[in-house]
């Protein structure tokens, strides 16, 4: 059974940043896509950022320039460096992966963002 390990969530203040990361385990085969969605209570979950196997990416309009989603070294490893930080980052943070027909989730990890 697949499953997506994340870490790096935590509080920060406003205008500072923090490194989200996440990696596929127990997964032979490699993932088509991953990438990092959030939610806040009362609301749907939202795309924030998404890469390929051949590191095409796709960011949300409202962090553009401020967030930049990689792929990391090791096989099925994804990472979200998130700079100037705002208040309105706060929410859970989700990763996410794809293979073919297959769409995996992590527990999600917190990012609040004090003002």
Same mark, same amino acid.
């Given at each position: 059974?697949?499953?997506?390990?994340?870490?790096?969530?935590? $509080?920060?203040? +406003?205008?500072g940043? $923090? /490194? $989200?990361?996440?990696?596929?385990? /127990?997964?032979?085969?490699?993932?088509?896509?991953?990438?990092?969605?959030?939610?806040?209570?009362?609301?749907? /979950?939202?795309?924030? +950022?998404? #890469?390929?196997?051949?590191?095409?990416?796709?960011?949300?309009?409202? #962090?553009?320039?401020?967030?930049?989603i990689s /792929?990391?070294? +090791?096989?099925?490893?994804?990472?979200?460096?998130?700079?100037?930080?705002?208040?309105?980052?706060?929410?859970?943070?989700?990763?996410?992966? #794809?293979?073919?027909?297959?769409?995996?989730?992590?527990?999600?990890?917190?990012v609040?963002?004090?003002?």
């Amino acid at each position: 059974q697949v499953q997506l390990v994340e870490s790096g969530g935590g $509080l920060v203040q +406003a205008g500072g940043s $923090l /490194r $989200l990361s996440c990696a596929a385990i /127990r997964s032979i085969l490699t993932m088509h896509s991953m990438g990092w969605y959030r939610q806040v209570p009362g609301k749907q /979950r939202e795309l924030v +950022a998404t #890469i390929t196997n051949d590191d095409n990416t796709n960011y949300a309009d409202s #962090i553009k320039g401020r967030f930049t989603i990689s /792929r990391g070294n +090791a096989k099925n490893t994804v990472y979200l460096q998130m700079n100037s930080l705002e208040p309105e980052d706060t929410a859970i943070y989700y990763c996410n992966a #794809i293979r073919e027909s297959l769409t995996y989730w992590g527990q999600g990890t917190q990012v609040t963002v004090s003002s």
